[in-house]
């Protein structure tokens, strides 16, 4: 989508909507897959990529991994050794970021000098733990943010670092590791939130046939391994963008998903019980979830593992009765946007009632907005927000930066229209 500007009708939306392919598992599936000792078939990923998957893609290929798009998925050609003079470009993706800079290191030889480099508000995310702990494993790495100067040489040992600024930095360390001569820990130096995507690379890892201990604190992680592919590697749906239209089910007209793992490592399967606790009516059959209206009422939320579910989840609770209080929220802040200050900000400007703390969020619900006004601030959530929002306006809702979408749902507004959504299109030029 190359338009700037969305303007969506007010009205509800219900139907059926199969899951798109979760952009967290295919992040760390084509990773491995490059890894590996020979061809994977990645299925589950087709059509139109995500902007984010596009930069992992990008940036392996960069690396030297060859990959063909056929009709039954990806078929990825392993990488067998870093091209010198080798630009790794991570588009917009975080994930993409935190989790080629430790293979990089691994992979690459200390005369080597590879170039990362990333655009928007990708060179302002955190990056300092992870260049501190890879500098302390014999890695140069310059300057403090991208465009980033990186050598290799990485060396295996005990690897300090905190749990709760980003899950990636685990994962990144958890692909390069298993590469290195001899043994290696993981060791956290405060708790760990987000586990559940950890888990997620742990179970892709071993899919692999990668082996890492779980130990008190942290995870063992022998050396020397080989990434044994598995021949096929199915991407499952994603629960984190489903939420929005299971979201849309609770205040609008029944909407069933198909095509999720009720047993996923996903955290934001949460949204399951998360509307329960909002009052929805949702039921689970096979890979199916079906999400249907029912009077809601605020609730308090920790979204310490489940951050990206909070844009979607405000506007279910300024549909809500009652107050909403998202809690353990500060990393919000630290993700494309001040998520904290632009979904409070998106809320204010279609009527809703909000109020924004340091760490946390509270949503005082009516049932309805007015519309009007929004902007996305490039954020790809923030547009799912706004699209929902639809469901409770009462006028029209203008949305600037809409083309933030393509980052990981680039067919959102397609799938809106087959909900029976109805919208506008106009570039800005």
């Given amino acids: ?136 494993h014999g890695v140069t790495v310059v300057p403090e943010r991208l465009p980033l100067r990186i050598s290799g040489g990485l060396t295996a040992g005990d690897y300090e670092m905190p749990g709760n600024v980003s899950s990636q930095y685990i994962s990144g360390l958890l692909f390069a590791l298993p590469l290195l001569e001899c043994e290696s820990q993981i060791l956290l130096t405060t708790p760990l939130e987000s586990a559940g995507y950890v888990e997620m690379t742990l179970q892709t890892l071993e899919k692999f046939s990668v082996q890492v201990e779980t130990i008190s604190g942290g995870w063992r992680i022998p050396g020397r391994q080989q990434y044994r592919s598995p021949g096929i590697f199915v991407v499952g749906g994603d629960w984190s963008n489903a939420a929005l239209w299971l979201a849309a089910g609770a205040m609008a007209l029944p909407v069933t998903v198909t095509g999720l793992d009720l047993c996923s490592s996903q955290g934001d399967r949460a949204v399951v019980e998360i509307l329960r606790r909002f009052g929805a009516k949702v039921e689970c059959k096979g890979d199916s979830v079906r999400v249907s209206p029912a009077e809601l009422t605020g609730i308090t939320l920790d979204v310490r593992d489940t951050p990206d579910l909070l844009p979607v989840l405000a506007v279910v609770a300024a549909g809500a009765s009652g107050v909403t209080r998202f809690t353990n929220a500060a990393r919000l802040r630290l993700k494309e946007s001040d998520r904290l200050a632009t979904v409070a900000a998106l809320l204010r400007a279609l009527g809703g009632d909000v109020q924004e703390y340091p760490d946390a969020l509270e949503v005082t619900g009516h049932g309805s907005l007015m519309g009007g006004r929004c902007d996305a601030a490039n954020d790809h959530r923030l547009v799912m927000a706004a699209t929902l929002a639809s469901v409770l306006a009462k006028d029209e809702i203008v949305l600037s930066d809409a083309h933030a979408v393509q980052k990981s749902y680039p067919g959102l507004l397609e799938d809106f229209r087959r909900l029976g959504g109805k919208f506008s299109l106009r570039s800005t030029g």
Avoid at 42 to 61: C, N, P
Avoid at 76 to 105: K, M, N
Avoid at 114 to 122: E, M
């Fill in 1 to 136: 989508m190359n338009n700037d500007i969305l303007t969506i009708v007010p009205g509800l939306v219900g139907g059926i909507l199969p899951a798109i392919p979760a952009k967290a598992e295919a992040h760390r599936t084509l990773i491995a897959a490059a890894l590996a000792d020979r061809p994977t078939l990645v299925q589950g990923i087709s059509g139109e990529i995500s902007a984010d998957i596009s930069a992992t893609l990008q940036v392996l290929s960069a690396l030297g991994m060859t990959f063909e798009n056929t009709s039954d998925g990806l078929r990825v050609q392993p990488l067998t050794s870093i091209p010198d003079l080798a630009c790794a470009d991570c588009g917009e993706s975080g994930s993409t970021l935190r989790f080629i800079l430790p293979v990089i290191a691994a992979l690459a030889d200390r005369e080597q000098e590879i170039t990362v480099c990333g655009r928007g508000r990708l060179p302002e995310r955190p990056l300092k733990e992870l260049l501190a702990v890879l500098r302390q």
